[in-house]
């Protein structure tokens, strides 16, 4: 249900007050009144964390800050990944992946090409990311969104065989699969890279460590197939339930402008990028990545 809430506290010199107004019936929310550049308050800081595992998107609007303000922030979360595509990191700051098709000296600055079809960040690592935080420094204008759905959602409208048949299976997340498969554009992965990322299995549901909601946790671009199920089978079924996430009803989408922040939550929600003339215009963000848990589900 949508609506509007306000949380005001008292500091000893000044009123601060935060504003949240979910964008949708199941998923994002837009935070007013926070600079995340600033000091914030631990309770305004929690209720920006509550608000994220409610809600699996925050958008900030209007945000300048420094990578050193980027990174600050983003650790008030937990411990930072450093991006096995290291040649795309921020020089001199391993914790900031940079997402861009801009060309200098003959050399991408960030990763291009991003991935068009819904995924969650690292969720191929034996700890999952918890969550991502990008920044959009540069974007074309009307073009190059980013669409997110909530999978708390997906979950929830699922039949109860298909929940039941999902809550006993793993799916197998392979990234190496997925590099060699859909990126053939970039470099190829060093051998040091693949021992970086061997195969690992999640549930294919999980419960989420904050709220308890369960959360169907497959994505075509990682999900290779489910463990002691036929690959064939498992594909198709993967490309199914996909095409069931993609339904408006459970989707939302960013137009970015220059300044904004948005905060996701992997545990929660799929992310994919919409496509732009890659070619003439210009593109670049910049992402810290959260270290998470282990995907667990209750019994």
Known sequence: MKGDYEMVIAKSIEQIAISITPLTDHIGAEVFGA???APMDNAIFDRIRRA???WGVLVFRGQEW?????????????????HVLSDYCLPGHPEIFVVSNIIENGKHIGAFGGSKRYHSDLSYMHEPSLGSIFHCLECPEGEGETC???????YDALPA???????????????????ENNHIDRPPLTDEQKAKTPIVSHPAVRTHPENRR???YVSDVFVSHFEGEDYDESRALVKELMNFASQPRFEYVHRWTPGDVIIWDNRSVLHKALPFDETNARRRMH????????PFLDA
């Open 35 to 37: 600079d995340l550049a």
């Open 161 to 179: 065989e298909r929940k039941k048949w999902l809550e006993a299976r793993l799916g197998v997340h392979d990234y190496v699969w997925n590099f």
């Open 148 to 154: 997110f759905t909530s999978m708390f959602a997906v």
């Open 214 to 216: 369960k959360a169907l």
């Open 52 to 54: 994220l595992s409610d």
């Open 66 to 82: 420094t990578p050193e303000g980027h990174i600050a922030f983003s650790r008030r979360f937990g411990p930072l990944e450093d």
């Open 287 to 294: 992402r810290t990545t959260i270290r998470g848990d282990r």
